[in-house]
């Protein structure tokens, strides 16, 4: 940047040349930080493709070619030759559940068991590490990924009889990977008070067996019984804080060694928010959050205003949202649908909040300036989210370019893909859900439904509205690389690929990781694409994901991940 020097007399031609030699030496900003020599994708559609980039502070200076970077370049930079590897904006996690991705690291991790067997094998092996009365705690079990079903199975889920044999002393609780439906053993529901005479709760279902008695399989807001009894059993305070800080520091670590920069959470507590705040002034983040607050009506209209946080600790934390669930997650057969299940024609699903309590949550939103994020999986539950905006932004028609979101957006009704253009609402998705569930959507929806709206990235792009991307983390892996690589393909595990005219180009499926999800948290100004004055927040890879065969985008690994001009995580094999 060139200094400005105010020329208040220029009566004279000496005085002029005087102002014009101090121009002569101002001497150009000195970077910290080059990377030269490489393949940066800037997503900022003025600038394209450049050699490299200079960074000063925590923002970008300058980008371009080589040469031009160089002479930024001082006696105390530190400069990084990529050697023609790619480079590109820090991805940013859409989508996903910050806490939830470190607990998972603390717990079983049952997102790769191949049955039911292995899962009574990992909690018996746990069983001899802990003490009696202790909880073993697990989560990322999937019964449509199983080699095999369970023997007994009801809906094709187990019966908790073989995993209560082994774990006798202790409560068991065991998360679904949709985080949407939760496994426990009898000592868990005895602590809870559940028997055959326990009733389903509002918006959730206990899965009983062929004489009434539950299974173990809690759908939706009815794994609440059991948390609530695990969340009385005794723990104090500054255990729980301990443990809360471990996982902020477990997610932080994990993002960081996957490239991922910022974090959108999606639904966090008032006291949690407050920890990530105290951890942001301290310095203590590594990771930027922007964090949807999470909590009753009653709670948010008490609190929201000493929660609201916009880019504090230098741009680490933004509360910038109010989350609310209105349906569960299709796996488990909890997505609301118009239509009933083709595997299951006598459910069309759960309603897991009423109409009433999310449209007085959208006017809490609305009168706090915060934005409305939804959970909305099944064909109905996107509708009547639909109508519940539509109808907010008719009643406040003097507030404008609010982007409010449906998280997941997943299944949709024709008549509704256009809406989201028309409202300008995002549809943040998650590239890997459309992969990872393809194999029993068949199943739930039916063909026709299927074709028509499951995962229409290409079909909403269309309608005018912003697509973003994610994992749903610790739902799949944080890995950005598997997501976009799924959101490219569309390939199954199986090889088939899954209607692929709605897949993205790799440019697109970039955008949708780096300036769409900028943009869905108002944060398009500071992030995003690398562009000069922005943040520097970037990504090195191994291989050039834009151009390299689509196997070569699986085995691409992060080289250097840097947030604000540091480097936070450097790959050392």
Not at 190 to 212: K, V
Not at 408 to 421: C, E, M, S, V
Not at 430 to 443: E, F, L, N
Request: a negative charge; hydrophobic letters at 40%.
């Amino acid at each position: 940047m060139i200094h400005r020097v105010a020329c208040h007399s220029l009566a004279s031609g000496l005085a002029f040349f005087a102002c014009v030699s101090v121009l002569a030496q101002a001497e150009p900003q000195i970077a910290d930080l080059v990377l030269r020599n490489g393949k940066i994708a800037t997503v900022d559609s003025q600038i394209g493709e450049v050699e490299a980039i200079a960074i000063r502070g925590d923002r970008i200076l300058d980008v371009g070619d080589t040469e031009k970077i160089n002479a930024l370049i001082g006696d105390d930079t530190k400069v990084i030759d990529l050697d023609g590897k790619r480079v590109i904006p820090g991805f940013i996690e859409g989508h996903g559940h910050f806490t939830g991705l470190g607990e998972s690291k603390m717990n079983l991790d049952l997102m790769n068991v191949r049955n039911w067997n292995e899962v009574i094998r990992m909690v018996a092996d746990a069983v001899k590490k802990v003490a009696p009365g202790e909880w073993i705690l697990g989560r990322g079990w999937h019964q449509e990924k199983w080699d095999q079903p369970p023997e007994g199975a009801v809906e094709g889920f187990p019966s908790h009889h073989a995993l209560s044999e082994v774990s006798p002393d202790n409560p068991v609780f065991l998360t679904h990977a949709s985080g949407h439906a939760s496994f426990a053993n009898q000592n868990a529901m005895d602590l809870a008070g559940i028997s055959g005479a326990t009733e389903d709760p509002e918006g959730g279902e206990l899965l009983r067996d062929e004489n009434g008695q539950p299974i173990g399989i809690f759908r939706e807001r009815a794994s609440g019984l059991i948390s609530r009894a695990r969340n009385s059993s005794g723990t104090s305070a500054r255990d729980s804080l301990d443990r809360l800080d471990r996982a902020i520091e477990l997610a932080i670590q994990e993002c960081l060694s996957k490239g991922v920069t910022s974090f959108q959470d999606a639904g966090s507590s008032f006291s949690t928010i407050e920890r990530f705040a105290q951890k942001a002034e301290s310095g203590e983040l590594g990771v930027r959050l922007w964090v949807m607050i999470r909590d009753s009506n009653d709670n948010i209209r008490r609190q929201v205003s000493d929660a609201k946080h916009y880019r504090i600790g230098n741009n680490h934390l933004t509360v910038g949202g109010i989350k609310r669930s209105i349906d569960g997650a299709l796996g488990s057969r909890g997505a609301w649908l118009l239509a009933p299940y083709e595997d299951s024609p006598e459910s069309k699903g759960l309603n897991t909040a009423t109409i009433e309590s999310v449209t007085e949550t959208a006017q809490l939103a609305m009168d706090n300036g915060l934005q409305f994020c939804v959970h909305a999986i099944g064909d109905r539950a996107n509708r009547e989210v639909l109508n519940i905006f539509e109808k907010t932004f008719a009643e406040n028609p003097e507030k404008k370019d609010l982007r409010w979101r449906i998280e997941h957006a997943q299944h949709l009704h024709p008549d509704d893909i256009p809406r989201f253009g028309r409202l300008g609402v995002i549809a943040s998705m998650q590239g890997i859900h459309c992969t990872s569930d393809a194999p029993w959507v068949y199943a739930r929806l039916g063909e026709k439904r299927a074709e028509e709206g499951a995962y229409v990235w290409q079909k909403l792009m269309h309608s005018g509205a912003i697509v973003t991307n994610g994992t749903d983390a610790p739902v799949e892996d944080v890995n950005p690389i598997i997501s976009y690589y799924a959101t490219v393909t569309r390939r199954t595990k199986d090889g088939s690929v899954f209607y692929p005219d709605q897949r993205m180009s790799r440019m697109g499926a970039l955008e949708s990781y780096t300036i769409n999800c900028a943009y869905a948290a108002f944060e398009e100004d500071i992030k995003g694409s690398l562009t000069p004055g922005k943040l520097a927040d970037l990504v090195v890879l191994s291989n050039d994901i834009l151009t390299c065969s689509e196997n070569e985008i699986l085995q691409t690994k992060v080289l250097y991940t840097i947030v604000g001009g540091k480097i936070a995580y450097m790959r050392r094999d």
